[in-house]
C-alpha cells in the first residue's frame, strides 16, 4: 500500500480542511434575527439530552463493539527511527494458532518508529500480539535525527531529499524597513512551544465489516465523512459503497479527522478474512504514532513608537512537526492587532517522528503564545498597562486594519468583562514587584479564530405522521454535545421541546456536514437544522390554516396546539394535525453562504491568577476569567464546558506537557499517561466563562460562530503573562517547568 | 494489551491511596501460553500465583452472582469488559494511569486494570451499570447530567464510580476532599470544575435522603 494511500493527509490544517469543505451556495439570504428572548432554549442552559447513556455506561463508544465471529487486529511498528525494511517474512505468524491473516504494510524507507510495517489478525488481542513477534523484518538501520535543533545542523540526516529546513509560509504588508525606522523603541524576542500530544481518553479505534461489496467501519473520529470519503480512495472502492457510523467517541482534539492507517487495516484485513475486524490503540501507540502538536521555534521583533503605537512586526518561525511540515503559526500575528508593516517567514524543520496533526487551534496557540508574551514584555519596557497597550493597537479591520472591517467584533467587550471580573487593577503595577515565598501575578492574553461555519452544511428534519420529529445530520458528537444543541435549535424553532426531537447523527450516510474540528461544527450545523425547522414550522402553519380555513399570518402555535390569533376558539392539535399525512414530511435544512465584503472571526480574551513558589519552581493558577465573543451562544451549559476545557488543556500544555524523544533510539520516552505529564484534579483553577453575545446577523441564520478552538488559544498565554507579572521575569518556553522557573529565577537573582 | 511481553516498566500507579487499593503490582511477563485455552493477557499477578491455568470464580457482580472460568491472570477489567460485556467500565490505560475503569470493591473505587479477576471474588463488586436504581439514576449520575460534568463521556463511568466511593466515605466533603478523592481519575477534555460542582450537589441530595 502507498503512503499516498495510507494517510488522507492528516497533517492537513483546519483552516484548509474548512476551506476544503462546503459548496458555494447562492449569496446569503439574511434572515431576521430573533432577538435572544424570542427563544425559550437558544441561549440559556440544556443539559445533555444524551447525558442518560453517558451516566449509565450505555453510550456505545468504538471500543465497546463486539460483534459474533470479530477478530482482533494487531499492527506491528517500526522500532527505528530510520531504516530501510529489506523484507518482511509472515510465514510463521501466519501458522501460529488463532491467526487468520496477516499483511505486509510496508516496502523500502521508514522514516519514524512506529511507522506501520506489518498486520495481524487473530481472534483475540494477545494471540494478535503474540504473531507479531513472529514477524521477521529485516532492517537497514539508518542514521535519524529526531531534535529540531539537530536537524537544522550541517551534516545532520536528511529526513527530507530537498532538506531538513523548507520554506513553508511567507507574508509581507507594507513596508518593514520603514516601520522599523519609525519606531522609537525595537525589540526581539524568541520563544518556544514544545510536542504536545493529543492523549485522548478513548484511543484510536476502528471496527470494520463487509457485507458484499459494501464496507461498514465504526470509527472514533472527528469526521464521519471524511473516512468514508478517505477510505474509498485508500481501498479503490466507491465511495457509495462504504459507511461510517461513530455514535460516541471518546476526544479527538484533530488526531481524528481523516481515515487511519489502522482504519484502512482493518478494513484490508476485514476483506481478507470476511470476518469483522476491531482495531484499538494501545495507550502506548496513541502517544507516539497518531501525531501531536509540532513545536514552534519562534522570533518577533517589532517596532513600535513612545505611545505604545506599533509601527512594524517582523516573525520569523521555524516550525517541526516530525515527518509533516507542521503548522503556520503567523495569523495572530498578521492579524490581532493593527500594525501596517509586517514581515512573516516561516519554516519547516522535518525529523523522524510521526507527522504532527492538527490539534485543538493548530498554529494559533504556538503564534499566540510567542506574541501575546511579546506584547506583555513590549508593554513593560514601553512603561504602559499591558491592556492598554492592546487597545492602543485594536484593529477593526482583518490584516491588522488594512483589509476587510470584521462583521462584528466583540474583543473590546471581552477585555472590559474579563479585567472587571478578574480585578485587573490588583495586577502588580510593575512587573515582580511582590516580596516573600510565593508571589501572585495577573496575566491576560487575547484570541482570534476563524470559527465561521461551512455554506453547504445540509440537515434534514422529518415529521412523522404519529407527531415525532427526527433531525438528520451527518455531523458527530465529539463530546460537545452536538446532539443537544442540534434538538434545542430544532425545538425551540418549532416551538417543541428539546427531548421532542430525535436527532440522528454520526453516519455518513445522513446528509453532508463538515468534519467537527476548526470550530466547525456549531456555525455550519445549527443554521442548516434552523433552516429546515423553520421551513417545517411555516409548512405546518399552512397545514393549519387550511385545516382551520384562516389565513396562515393567523396561526400561532402554543402548547402543541395550533390556533386563529384572532379567534382562540378556532383551535387543532398538533398531534390531529400530522395524524392524517399520507407520508412523513421532510425538510431539507441547508447553512447558507455569508457576504465575502466582510471578515469573520471570534474573538476573545483571558486573565489569569497565579502564584508561584520561588524556592520550588512550581506555578500555581489561581483563577482564569475567560471572555469570548462566539457570536450566539446555542446552549450555554455545554459551551460553558468547552471554555473549561479549552483553559485546562491550555493551562496543561503551558505547565506540563511535552513528548520528549530520545536521540538515540529516536524513540518517545514518555508514551504514557504517567510520564506524559498533564493536568490533574489538583491543578485545576478556579474559571469563570463569559459570553459577550453579540450576534453576528450577517454570518448566518442564527449569528452564531464555533466555539471549539477559542478558549485554548490564549490561556497558556495569558498563564504565561501572569508568572511575568509575579516574577518580572518572562519564562518563554513551555512547559513552564518547576525546573525551568527555577533556573530563570536564579539568572534574575531573585531572592525569597 | 501492550503490558504482557516483558518490554515494559513496572505498572506504577498514579496516586499512592489508590495504589493501596489496587490489588497487584508487578507487571509480569510472559514467554509462553498453553495453547487451546482461551488466552488473556497478564497485566499483574502476584508472584505465587500460577500462570494460565484456568479457575472456575464465582462473581458478585451489580447484585447478580456470576460463575465463570476465568484465566488466573485476567484483569478484572478484561473480565467485566470481554466476559461480561460490561463495557461502561472503559479501558484508557491498562496500567493504572488515569482511573477509567474505576469500580467499586465492597464500596471502595478500585483500578480494574490493576487487579485480577481472581482477586475480586467474595467481594461485591459494582459497575457503572449497576449503579442506577430501577427507575431513578443515583444522585451522582443525576448530578453529572444535570451540571454537564462531561463532554466525550469516556471518563465519566470512572470519574462516577470514584465519586461515589468517596461520597461512600465521607459524607460532607469539602471542596479539597473532593478534589483529593478525585485525583486518580484523568479527564482530558477538562470538565473537572464542573465534576467538582456535580459532587458537592449529589453529597447535598444524598444528605437530605
Known sequence: MKKEQMIDDPNLEYAELAKSQGTQTAPAQLQPQPKPDEFKYIGKYTPRIDGRKIVTGAAQYTHDLYFEGMLQAKILRSPHACADVLSIDLSQALDYPGVKAALKLKEGRVKWAGEPIAAVAAGDEQTAEEALNLIKVEYKVLPHVVSQEKAMEQGAPLVQDQGNVQKLNEYNRGDIDKGFKEADVVFEQTYKTSWEVHQTAETHSSVAKWEGDNLTVWDSTQAVQSVRDGLARALDIPAARVKVIKHYMGGGFGSKLSANDHTIIAARLARETDRPVKVVLTRRENSYCVGYRPSAHATLKAGVKKDGTLTALHWKNYVCGGIGRGDRCAEPVTDVYKCPNVKVEEYSVFVNTCSSRATRAPGHTQGTFALEGFMEELAAKLRMDPLEFRLKNYSLKEKGDTGKSYSTKGLDACYKLGAEKIGWARRNKKPGAGIGKIRTGIGMASQIWPGAGVPGTLADLKIYADGSIEVECGTQDIGTGTRTHIAVVAADTLGFEPQDITVKIGNSDYPWAPISGGSLTVPSVAPAVRDAALKAADQLKQLAAKKLNIAAADVVFENKKFMSKNDPSKAVEYKDLVRTLPRPMCFHGERSDYPSTFAFQTFGAHFAEVEVDVETGKVNVRKVVAAHDVGRVINRQTAESQVLGGIIQGLSAGLFEEKIMDSETGTMVNPNLHDYKIATALDIPEIVPLFVDVIDDRLNNLGTKGLGEPPRIPATAAIANAVYNALGIHIREIPMTPAKVLAALKRKEVQP | ?209
Open chain 2, 1 to 209: 494489551m501492550e503490558d504482557f511481553r516483558g518490554k515494559k516498566k513496572k505498572a506504577v500507579t498514579r496516586r499512592a491511596f489508590l495504589q493501596s487499593l489496587g490489588g497487584g503490582a508487578v507487571g509480569m511477563s510472559v514467554a509462553s501460553r498453553v495453547l487451546g485455552q482461551e488466552p488473556f493477557s497478564i497485566q499483574s499477578a502476584p508472584a505465587e500465583m500460577e500462570l494460565y491455568s484456568k479457575k472456575r470464580i464465582s462473581l458478585a457482580v451489580n447484585g447478580k452472582t456470576i460463575s465463570l472460568e476465568v484465566e488466573s491472570g485476567e484483569t478484572l477489567l478484561q473480565t467485566l469488559r470481554d466476559r461480561l460485556k460490561l463495557t461502561g467500565t472503559k479501558r484508557t490505560c491498562s496500567r493504572g494511569e488515569c482511573g477509567g475503569c474505576t469500580v467499586l470493591l465492597d464500596g471502595k473505587p478500585v483500578y480494574s486494570c490493576h487487579l485480577l479477576a481472581v482477586q475480586a471474588e467474595g467481594k461485591d463488586i459494582l459497575t457503572i451499570e449497576g449503579l442506577a436504581g430501577k427507575d431513578k439514576l443515583h444522585p451522582v449520575q443525576q448530578a453529572f447530567i444535570d451540571k454537564d460534568a462531561y463532554q466525550c463521556g469516556f471518563c465519566t463511568p470512572g470519574f462516577i464510580m470514584a465519586s461515589v466511593g468517596l461520597l461512600n466515605k465521607n459524607k460532607q466533603p469539602t471542596f479539597d476532599d473532593v478534589r483529593a478523592g478525585l485525583a486518580g481519575n484523568l479527564c482530558r477534555c477538562g470538565n473537572y470544575q464542573k465534576i467538582y460542582e456535580a459532587v458537592a450537589s449529589a453529597a447535598d441530595t444524598m444528605r437530605r435522603g
